[in-house]
T-cell receptor, first 116, second 119 residues
Framework: AQSVTQPDIHITVSEGASLELRCNYS??????LFWYVQSPGQGLQLLLK??????LVQGIKGFEAEFKRSQSSFNLRKPSVHWSDAAEYFC??????????????FGTGTQLKVEL | DAGVIQSPRHEVTEMGQEVTLRCKPI?????LFWYRQTMMRGLELLIY????????DSGMPEDRFSAKMPNASFSTLKIQPSEPRDSAVYFC?????????????????FGEGSWLTVV
């Protein structure tokens, strides 16, 4: 069965510092991988996704993530964090749904706090 | 374009009452998902539909929970009777059909959630 591990429950960084959020997955086939962000009281917004091809993917808000098959990882990075990036971040693995669609299994999330 | 629309956004109800959560998926999407988010269990998939047909309801926690999708633009998640442990955020999400019936990992779009408190 598929699973996603986000080892860091909370992370605090200073504004302007770099950020890396860790994600490890377990899945028997080539995965589809996603990062979503959830601001307080809001729904989930897609940051970026990896399907195939270039293992470094660019997303919205200056985020990027790198797929490393050998490490079963899909870490999220941002070179310079802004105070507005404070939110909860979820990594997810997509698995096949009946009919050819996609369904998601989420990690437990990482809460990001940004110090001014 | 309108996203996934959920109602109500917030609901407080008494234990034993019936709760109905509503969802309008994005037009043209043929997959609809209901997720529940709690502190203890994170985001869990409760049930999903494909072309209005329930495909997998193995995530529905108990018989008190039921979901329907009478047409392509509307779905409900009902809890009857509600209990305090049902307090959570319930998300509806939708995604477009796959490319040529091949698994294409299409993006799933989430609504803003229904915040349910059962007292």
């Amino acid at each position: 069965a598929q699973s996603v591990t986000q080892p860091d429950i909370h992370i605090t960084v200073s504004e302007g510092a770099s950020l890396e959020l860790r994600c490890n997955y377990s899945y028997g086939a080539t995965p589809y991988l996603f990062w979503y962000v959830q601001s307080p009281g809001q729904g989930l917004q897609l940051l970026l996704k990896y399907f195939s091809g270039d293992t470094l993917v660019q997303g919205i808000k200056g985020f990027e993530a790198e797929f490393k098959r050998s490490q079963s990882s899909f870490n999220l990075r941002k070179p310079s964090v802004h105070w507005s990036d404070a939110a909860e971040y979820f990594c997810a693995v997509g698995t096949l749904a009946e009919g050819g669609g996609n369904k998601l299994t989420f990690g437990t999330g990482t809460q990001l706090k940004v110090e001014l | 374009d309108a996203g996934v629309i959920q109602s109500p956004r917030h609901e407080v109800t008494e234990m034993g009452q019936e709760v109905t959560l509503r969802c309008k998926p994005i037009s043209g999407h043929d997959y609809l998902f209901w997720y529940r988010q709690t502190m203890m269990r994170g985001l869990e998939l409760l049930i999903y539909f494909n072309n209005n047909v329930p495909i997998d309801d193995s995530g529905m926690p108990e018989d008190r929970f039921s979901a329907k999708m009478p047409n392509a633009s509307f779905s409900t998640l009902k809890i009857q009777p509600s209990e305090p442990r049902d307090s959570a955020v319930y998300f509806c999400a939708s995604s477009p059909p796959p490319d040529r019936d091949k698994w294409s990992g299409n993006t799933i779009y989430f609504g803003e959630g229904s915040w349910l408190t059962v007292v």
